[in-house]
């Protein structure tokens, strides 16, 4: 009987298992980073233990440091969450080996599917179909896709498409690997284009039963990492879904499976599928098989820890679920990470929200950039959808670049609503492109909510030329927004062709041809967030800054320097890669705007920069 419970995780899948843990009567005690001591998985459990450090591979990565937190806290179990070590058979070894109980597969089975070749002739051999292995130094098949060999959620993971990238990908791949899970061992498949990214939930006991709890459809991808999921899948057939659900189980059978996992297939559009790999773990996406099925699949792995049996047939499922994952990156900017303080975070309508964060959270370089999964349950898919797509829209996510925008244009899109999902769904419709968005109604209002908050010190709209109108500016996605206007007797007037109907400091009401609308506004320092419109006030009279030199390459993001492609003096082409860094475990590549000669390298391998650094400096 577990009665005090490890969370060997931080962010909102420590949340998710304290909510179980509390609901059962179970004690949960939490671990915590430097960065995270203030973070909401901390306070929310009984006592937390803390990993001196920041970075992963000193803290959450450190089995040993998390075997001495249960025993130093009095845990009898320790449940890993999903990434860091919750696929290392080498830290359920020490778990066991401590006398504590182990919330997952035995060691010898995460080892055995951790090792995704030798996994892939396992499967074979259990009549699961598969893709054959390309070696990754010689590899003459394109395109392909490099993947690493410990880990999934697509860190270490890129496509080739031609013999030129192979060395290239395949070390960048081993890096990011190493990163995200101390082994940078990587291997090579065939891609498929088009093909949907379709996985089966498995949950099984000690004594020898197997559940297939439906299939998920987890298409919706950027950089080979989800960002929607659903279940059931969309438009496959009875005969596909009978088949895919067999096959499941068949791999957990194979492997002698005891626990919570998922089997992850690639699926053709003839219904044919091939084996990906089997997750020996929770996945992110399980609250979607948790709204249909209607239970709880963490209070299952603890009952399953504890020995108990499942019973002869799962639930039955019903209706559909849809879930989003809300990130701190900008999809229009090569997905780049943001980081900073999430003044506000709140998300309205009849929806589930998983979340490791809450206003006032200090987003920063060190962890995956997800803030928080969104979950919608209706009883059928369209519902769903929709239910799901206006409480994102309604969401209030304020001093951060999100994803948000694009998980509503995905969830709207017409090939989306008919369920014509496949991987490569971003890029062949374009979904990642920032769309025309006229931000100036946004900025009227937010500069006529600015003037109301100022009431107290002078009156509003007061100026010394009565006959001149008030003025503010704002920068909005780099473009400088100048707004006008003047308090006359009739009212307020500007020259935008819009009405002011109504203006306080939180909400203000503008007509145009006829339509009335409200502008919701929040003021945070100099950013004021109108709606879904982020804005950023200019100073009238701004001070003299010093600018760039030309031809300087800045650092788009804090982060650290793990590859230097130059050396000063060489010369280089334009789009040519100076230098690489980390940021939430992602790489992101920083290239030569034009060509020329490297005059000043400023950067080193190791070494932390922050965002606007200069790294290098490139004269024509």
Known sequence: MIRKLLVANRGEIARRVIRTCREL?????????????????????????????????ETYLRADLLVAAARKAGADAVHPGYGFLSESGDFARAVLAAGLTWVGPAPEVIDAMGAKVAAKRRMAAAGVPVLPDLDPESATEFPLLVKASAGGGGRGMRVVRGADELAGQVAAARREAESAFGDGTVFCEPLLERARHVEVQVLADAHGAVWALGERECSIQRRHQKLVEETPAPTITAEVRQRLHQAAVRAAEAIGYVGAGTVEFLLADDGRFHFLEVNTRLQVEHPVTEAVFGLDLVAWQLAVAEGERLPQRPPAPRGHAVEARLCAEDPGRDWLPSTGTLHRFRVPGDVRVDSGVEDGSEVGVHYDPLLAKVIAWAPTRAAAVRKLAAALERAEVHGLVTNRDLLVRVLRHPEFERGATHAGFL??????????????????????????????????????????????????????????????????????????????????????????????????????????????????FPDPRAEVVEGAAVAPVPGTVVRVAVVEGQRVEPGAELLVLE????????????GGTVTRLSARRGQQVDAGDVLAVVEA
């Open 25 to 57: 009567g179970i004690s949960p005690v939490a671990v915590f980073s430097d960065p995270d001591a203030g973070v909401p998985h901390v306070r929310e459990a009984d006592a937390a233990v803390r990993l001196p450090g920041a970075a992963p591979a």
């Open 427 to 540: 890029d062949e419709h374009g979904l990642t492109a920032r769309p025309e968005v006229d931000a100036r109604p946004a900025a009227l209002a937010a500069a006529l909510a600015l003037a109301e908050r100022r009431r107290g010190t002078l009156p509003l709209g007061w100026r010394n030329i009565v006959s001149q109108p008030q003025k503010t500016v704002f920068e909005h996605d780099g473009e400088i927004i100048e707004v006008d206007y003047r308090h006359a007797r009739s009212g307020v007037e500007t020259s935008f062709g819009v009405t002011v109907v109504n203006t306080s400091a939180n909400v203000v009401v503008l007509e145009r041809d006829g339509v009335r609308t409200p502008f919701p506004v929040a003021v945070h320092g100099d950013r004021v967030e109108v709606g879904a419109v982020s804005l950023k006030l200019l100073p009238r």
């Open 583 to 594: 940021a939430m475990k992602m790489e992101h590549r920083v290239l030569a705007a034009a």
